[in-house]
């Protein structure tokens, strides 16, 4: 016996849409289920294609099983088709679009994805029961079937199909096994042609309740796993395959090719839909981050993602890649690799470097604040108020201070202040900035020649247009030999001690030495007193060598170079020791490097690095670098440990909560003194405003 004649006597290509129905569902016998499951057939077509003696050879499956099978298979599917067995594969082929049908009929024809007319008449069944066709609707469908035959398949005009059109044909085993009012619904959570509906949206579309709206949907997702389980075992062996593929994770976008998830993106070209498809068949099963998979359950993911956000603070880094694994994998029972190195970079703003010694490395990334500030004013095409900029910054990262990023409008020469605090692209402004050039100059030299003056005094024309003068101001603050003052006031730069800074100077230089700070205030006026305490408290002329005394920096060996080296000298030495150090360490750094001395003691080592090095003194004599806010962070686990407790806490209860706080003992309590989000009624217990 041939192959051929092994072979069922139906031919798939004449069955057209019914030959990719599913067995499973279709044909009730459990011994053929698991045949089929055992040799990956899955719809009629594969049977069919299938000899009957590969079938007849597996335990359990005998001539009496394929027999039943196929009588099942000609009541249910060819019993519909052999009436039409005689027609041309022309005709079954031609394409529903170039029917003459009415608009509701056409609406419920698209619904049902019939593209030619062999699906509409293997589907003439399910058409007939939607509600807006009935038997109206069939006699409209048979008069232009009729119409088409009369005038001829040639002569009738085949619309072409728009760019971007999909049928989703490999979604049709999924469809095919759901009733009729349960497919469009599918489509609305999947997201076929469009956005996907949440379980709300879908109940306001439905009009019913949202607890109803979710079981549809639940009975949906059921009928889908029984209607057609060798499609959704496919899909879950194709996830885990990638995901063991890919060290945890799986990106819809690099999917191999032939795979059932790779045609669904295929058709779509949207790789959201496949990921959508993925969430809805097994929504306990994968959770999604992104545009990845993973196989970790919610609460896995959170416990990750909380390790890395605690391990990867600013003074935490730089740290190789493997230890940071080893100490994530004592909080977290699995860790993937690659969810990992996912997190990291777009989500703790980490990026990892190559060293030659010590593997993969963690860094924090750069400050990207002012591109990405670039990148808000280039897409809105028009200038924006600083409050507009910093709520657009907000929607798209997450968090932004107004001071922050008005640092950086003011420090990048990309951007130009054209009104009051109205920001645009200075790109966009040259031709007014070279037309008011000659006037920026001719101001310039009046200020260097006569000394400190307001622009709005100077100006040739008075009645020059605000958003001019702005950009007048913007070319005079870019000049380096003009020092801004605020309010439209310019003074050359080498005026750099004002009146009361002189004076004070001279007064200092005359006694010659440390004088009592105290003593000091007391013989100002009272109108002066203020200005003057602060000047002596954050000038950088001056210098506390004790708590209550008060010297001149030039007194002691630091000029402008002693200086730069001497911030150098601190700043490798906190990145060192992982972005912050005690002060005697500091200092011990500083001996060695020969920049210290008997004078250099610790409360003039103190007083000297607040002024001069961009760093944070905290309390209790701890040096940091201001890019890792220690002190902020230190207050931040302070008030979780109060907001766990429930109750006002004592320094050392949160030191007993916080052991990773036990390092910043002797300066928390000034630190809780100084946060205004606490408050101690007794001065001993601390609580959350």
């Known amino acids: ?32 289920e698991r045949a089929f499951l055992r040799l990956g057939i899955r719809t009629v077509a594969e049977f069919l294609a299938t000899p009957r003696e590969r079938l007849l050879e597996l335990p359990g499956f005998g001539r009496r099983t394929y027999d039943s099978v196929r009588n099942q298979i000609e009541r249910a599917v060819v019993g519909t088709w052999l009436p039409f067995r005689l027609l041309p594969r022309e005709l079954l082929h031609f394409p529903v679009s170039a029917l003459p049908l009415s608009g509701s009929v056409r609406q419920a024809v698209g619904a049902l994805r019939f593209a030619t007319v062999g699906d509409l008449l293997a589907g003439a069944p399910a058409l007939r029961e939607d509600p807006s066709v009935g038997e109206v609707g069939m006699a409209k469908v048979r008069q232009a079937l009729a119409a088409v035959l009369r005038r001829g398949l040639d002569r009738v005009p085949v619309p072409e199909t728009r760019a971007g059109e999909t049928t989703f044909a490999s979604l049709e085993s999924l469809f095919s096994v759901l009733p009729l009012r349960d497919r469009g619904v599918l489509a609305l959570v999947l997201g076929l042609r ?47 395959r990638e995901l063991r593929a890919f ?210 005094t100077l100006l040739a024309d008075p009645t020059l247009a605000d958003r001019h003068y702005h950009l007048l101001l913007d070319q005079l603050k870019r000049c380096h030999e003009l020092r801004y003052l605020g309010r439209g006031e310019f003074c050359p730069r080498h005026q750099t001690m004002s009146g009361l800074l002189a004076e004070m100077h001279k007064t200092l230089r005359r006694a010659m030495g440390e004088i009592p700070v105290s003593k000091f205030l007391d013989n100002q006026t009272t109108e002066r007193r203020r200005a003057i305490a602060a000047l002596l408290r954050m000038n950088r002329l001056f210098v506390q060598p004790a708590r209550d005394r008060v010297d001149l920096l030039t007194n002691y060996p630091f000029n402008e170079e002693r200086l730069r080296r001497l911030a150098e000298v601190v700043h490798v030495h906190l990145q060192k020791s992982g972005g912050y150090a005690t002060l005697a360490s500091v200092k011990t750094a500083i001996d060695l490097a020969g920049l210290g001395g008997e004078f250099l003691n610790e409360h003039l080592c103190t007083d000297l690095l607040r002024r001069q090095g961009e760093v944070d003194v905290l309390p209790g004599g701890i040096v940091a670098l201001p890019s890792i806010a220690l002190g902020t962070w230190i207050t931040q686990r302070a008030r979780e440990a109060i907001r766990e407790a429930g109750v006002a806490l004592t320094v050392s209860e949160i030191l007993a909560q916080r052991p990773d706080l036990g390092l910043f003992a002797e300066c928390l309590r000034d630190l809780l003194e100084a946060d205004p989000a606490l408050q101690t009624p007794d001065g001993l217990h601390y609580q959350v405003l």
């Open 247 to 456: 060290e945890g994770v799986l990106d819809i976008e690099h999917l191999a090719p032939g795979t059932f998830l790779h045609a669904v993106t295929r058709e779509a070209g949207n790789p959201r839909l496949a990921t959508r498809l993925v969430r809805f068949l097994f929504p306990r099963r994968f959770l999604q981050t992104g545009h990845l998979l993973t196989d970790l359950s919610p609460q896995e993911f959170l416990l990750l993602r909380t390790s890395l956000r605690e391990l990867t603070l600013p003074y935490r880094l730089p740290i190789p890649l493997p230890e940071l694994v080893a100490r994530v994998t004592q909080t977290a029972p699995r860790v993937p690799h690659g969810l990992v190195t996912h997190l990291l970079e777009q989500r703790c703003g980490c990026t990892l470097q190559i060293d030659p010694r010590r593997g993969e490395i963690v860094h924090r990334k750069a400050d990207a604040a002012a591109d990405r500030l670039y990148e808000i004013l280039r897409e809105q095409r028009r200038p924006l108020l600083l409050v507009d900029l910093v709520f657009h910054y907000r929607d798209r990262h997450r968090r932004a201070r107004k001071g922050r990023l008005l640092d950086h409008l003011r420090a990048d020469p990309r951007f130009t202040e054209i009104g009051p605090d109205l920001w645009s692209l200075r790109e966009r402004h040259l031709d007014e900035i070279e037309m008011l050039r000659s006037e920026a100059e001719r101001i310039r030299d009046h200020l260097l020649a006569h000394g400190r003056a307001a622009v709005r």
């Open 194 to 240: 469009g956005d996907p509906v949440s379980v709300g949206s879908l109940a306001q579309t439905l009009r019913i309740p949202k607890e109803e709206a979710a079981r549809r949907v639940r009975r949906i997702r059921r009928r889908v796993l029984r209607g057609a389980p060798a499609v959704v075992e496919q899909v879950r062996d194709e996830v885990e």
């Open 1 to 32: 016996m041939s192959e051929a004649e092994t072979r069922n006597d139906l031919d798939p290509a004449q069955l057209g849409a019914a030959a990719s129905l599913p067995l499973l569902g279709l044909v009730q016998n459990r011994r053929a």
